[in-house]
């Protein structure tokens, strides 16, 4: 992994070098890493970046809180009713279908340039995928299990959340480390187009100026953010489906 990232590095230093590329657009990777450096300081030391990463991790995670609430209960009443499978699966696929951007003006106008609009869209983002992990991990239970559940006179609901739902937690926590993903993007497109005072609306205020290292700089700090909230999903699916192995505990993100 380390050699990747050497290679990758050496080769953005080539690109840059033999200006394939503009340096407006492309900048070194050492004026990179100074950006880097000169934003951890400013967090660390408790200054106006660390103010903004906060804006964006708390609408990151609320979003994605909501989006577990929203997808869970969708992903229960797809994979359990008709009326959920027929009726409401086809408008919710319809709805995952368009553009997500196109939805950051229309949340804004009804929310407001507040949080609650960023909030909004990073939670509608990310429920689609959590829903389907649902749906598909209550269809997932052995048939011979349900005869049994049935045989022994068990409920509806006690074959749900004895049998259904343990027996697709990995098809959840797919779902989950998918939406883990968008959420971040779905609040950083809402601050591009809202602003506020997240990273979102950094990175654009550095792109008007042509600051491409601060914007590379800020992108990277994103992409932690997103590692984090992966890789949280993940241990908490090591410790409660610890049964089941996959592909990340191999170091492989994905199923």
Do not use: C
């Not at 259904?164 to 950083?188: D, R, S």
């Amino acid at each position: 992994m380390l050699a990747i990232f050497v290679a990758f590095v050496a080769v953005w230093q080539l690109v840059y070098s033999f200006g394939l590329v503009s340096r407006i657009i492309l900048p070194s990777p050492l004026e990179t890493a100074e950006e880097i450096v000169a934003i951890g300081a400013n967090m660390l030391s408790g200054g106006y970046l660390l103010a903004s990463f906060r804006v964006t991790a708390k609408e990151v995670l609320i979003g994605f809180l909501i989006a577990v609430a929203l997808g869970f209960g969708l992903g229960v009443l797809v994979g359990e009713t008709k009326l959920g499978e027929r009726a409401v699966l086809p408008y919710l696929v319809a709805i995952d279908t368009m553009p997500k951007v196109a939805f950051a003006p229309i949340f804004i106008s009804w929310l407001g340039f507040g949080i609650s609009s960023k909030v909004a869209l990073a939670a509608f983002i990310a429920t689609f995928p959590i829903v389907v992990g649902t749906a598909a991990g209550l269809h997932a239970a052995d048939e011979n299990a349900r005869m049994l559940f049935k045989t022994m006179g068990a409920s509806r609901w006690q074959t749900l959340f004895k049998l259904k739902i343990p027996t697709g937690m990995p098809h959840l926590f797919t779902g989950l480390k998918i939406a883990a993903i968008g959420v971040v993007a779905g609040a950083i497109t809402a601050e591009f187009v809202g602003g506020g005072q997240g990273f979102g609306h950094l990175i654009r205020t550095a792109s008007s100026q042509l600051s491409t290292p601060r914007v590379f700089a800020l992108i990277i700090y994103l992409s932690l953010l997103g590692l984090a909230t992966f890789w949280s999903v993940v241990w908490i699916q090591h410790r409660f489906v610890f049964w089941h192995k996959d592909g990340t505990r191999r170091g492989q993100p994905g199923e």
